[in-house]
């Protein structure tokens, strides 16, 4: 079975940190993504990456960034943490193929911004 | 751009069949997929339609009409443990396997 583990499930920072939230992978997937989830918006992409040190904006990528140095772990910063960026964050990866493939989520990371 | 509607709540009881709609409106369009989420847990992959018609997977399956925009899911001999949130998500007409999800449906399902 596919893993993707998450650093933290609960997290709690301070406005104006810079935080880090990461995430591994044990499958050899090409692509992974990051998302937040709010009540009321479902799932919505920031960034994705279909290779290491390549990355795409999603749609909401304002106020954070990523770094993708290996193929296993997706990293999430926030630049300078605003109150606004509280949620949930869930990283999926899949692999990159023609065909369809279900990306695999991890279990998230619950994140306060105080 | 890309948005998907699906209701925001639906109940039903043991046993029931329940259907859990979306619509969507895409640029570009490479797939429909479902998938579960219970509180607190990872969301899960359930199915994926690329072309017009259902796909059965146990008591799950799911239908998509390319012509309409519209897919559901349909589940049945509901049980307790189906209580979760369902999102429909679209893949574009991208190389890249990225999906845009639908805001979910709470499904309840009761004694």
């Known amino acids: 079975d596919v893993k993707v583990t998450q650093s933290s499930r609960y997290l709690v920072k301070r406005t104006g940190e810079k935080v880090f939230l990461e995430c591994v992978q044990d499958m050899d997937h090409e692509n992974m993504f990051w998302y937040r989830q709010d009540p009321g918006l479902g799932l919505r992409l920031i960034y994705f990456s279909y290779d290491v040190k390549m990355k795409e904006k999603g749609d909401i990528p304002e106020g954070y960034s990523v770094s993708r140095e290996k193929k296993e772990r997706f990293s999430l910063i926030l630049e300078s943490a605003s109150t606004n960026q509280t949620s949930m964050y869930l990283c999926?990866?899949?692999?990159?193929?023609?065909?369809?493939?279900?990306?695999?989520f991890g279990d998230g990371t619950r994140l306060s911004i105080l | 751009g890309q948005s998907l509607e699906q209701p925001s709540e639906v109940t039903a009881v043991e046993g029931a069949i329940v259907q859990i709609n979306c619509t969507y409106q895409t640029s570009g369009f490479y797939g429909l997929s479902w998938y579960q989420q219970h509180d607190g847990g990872a969301p899960t992959f359930l199915s994926y339609?690329?072309?017009?018609g259902l796909e059965e997977t146990g008591r799950f399956s799911s239908f998509l009409s390319r012509s309409d925009s519209y897919g559901y899911l349909l589940l049945q001999e509901l049980q307790m443990k189906d209580s979760a949130s369902y999102f429909c998500a679209v893949r574009g007409n991208t190389g890249f396997q990225k999906l845009v999800f639908g805001t979910g449906t709470r499904l309840l399902v009761s004694p």
């Open positions: 339609n690329a072309l017009d």
């Open positions: 999926a990866s899949s692999l990159q193929t023609r065909g369809n493939q279900p990306q695999h």
